[in-house]
């Protein structure tokens, strides 16, 4: 091996980790903070420590440039306030959180009610404010302009935007919105709600799926109009639709534009993508093999069996019983992390560099993920800060990327 050629992996080694026995393999280190969950938004993100600290990185606001109290953070900062989370997702202007005890937290910059707490337009806070209502909830989702909780009943709740009924409560378009939980309709039991852009999917006990909203054949209904549902104009439900030739599903996630689910057996599914009026959106996002999107659910391509699917602006990925990355879609941010950026589709799953185990994933402009030793990965666009590692100028890191240390923890 030439000198040229060692000081390169070398280097490369500094910069993303290499294992004993090769370059490439990402060596976890055994001290520095840790981690049990993360949420990848649009302009930020969030993670929340193994003792429950929330905390966020990015441009700390709905958008950049917005002023008020929110800067830009390269390295995770903290979340103000004393409150402990046990888990967090965010959105596009907004993340929320629960406490140990379901009860639910948002903060961030709101446009159309997401915070939960009364409000419905350019309200910003940087520390968390309950969500109005008194109740408690076993798991969140956080849209980009609109959040879902499921109670510990079952029961759905959905608040912010509604404008193509995203919120499931009957109504939809403008002055719809709601700045507190509405009820999603239907007398449904969910184990697990997702919110989208503008459409929410939820998997029923029974593993049956349900989505509304819609736009871009994101809902997974099959409607006798299909052109006007592959330009996204009028295929939009302020209820509850059951989704067109579906398996049972063990989880769901939406997406922009798009949704992908796991069917009970690991068995990844995707639907809608249909992107017609701009080529340039068509990047694989279902993983059929195919650039092309569908009004109903197409296996993913590849024969691998999934533990979770989860999807973001232009990419999905999925994790596997063993806790393998596979991602699909866009890369032209390197968010698929397998080594590289490009302008063309990725229309199957290809694996994410590192040899990483990962217990949790969560895409948005850029994607991230928890390992099951607890420590936390970004890869993607550096721009903004997105990936927590101090960078903020434009760039990509096409490899799982650490995550800076919260500091003293």
Known sequence: MSRKVTTVIAILCAVTGCAPDGPGAITEPEVGTRWMGVGAGTYFSCGVTTTGVPACWGFYSAAPGQGGDFALTGVPVPVPGTISLRSVSVGGGVACGLDEGGR??????????????????????????????????????????????????GVGYCWGENGGGALGNGTRGPGTQRGVPSRVVGELTFKSITAGTTQTCGVTAEGVGYCWGGGFGSAGISAPDSTSCRQGATCFFSTPQRISAEPRFASISAGNGF???????????????????????????????????????VPVAGGLKFATIETGTRAACGLTPEGAAYCWGGNSSAELGIGGTDERPHPTPEAVRGGLQFQQLSLGEASCGVTRDENLFCWGTTYGGLLGNGETRGGVRAVPTRVADLPGR
Request: charged share 10%; net charge negative.
């Open 259 to 297: 949704t992908c689910g796991v069917a009970i057996g690991g068995v990844g599914y995707c639907w809608g993508g249909l992107f017609e009026f701009d080529p340039s959106q068509r990047t694989g996002v279902l993983g059929s093999g195919s650039t092309s999107g569908s009004l109903v659910p």
């Open 104 to 153: 639910a937290y948002c903060w961030g910059r709101e446009h159309f009610g997401e915070l939960g707490n009364g409000g419905s337009t350019n309200d910003s806070t940087r520390v968390p404010v309950p969500v109005q209502g008194g109740l408690t909830f076993a798991s969140i989702d956080v849209g980009y302009s609109h959040v879902c909780a499921v109670t510990r009943a």
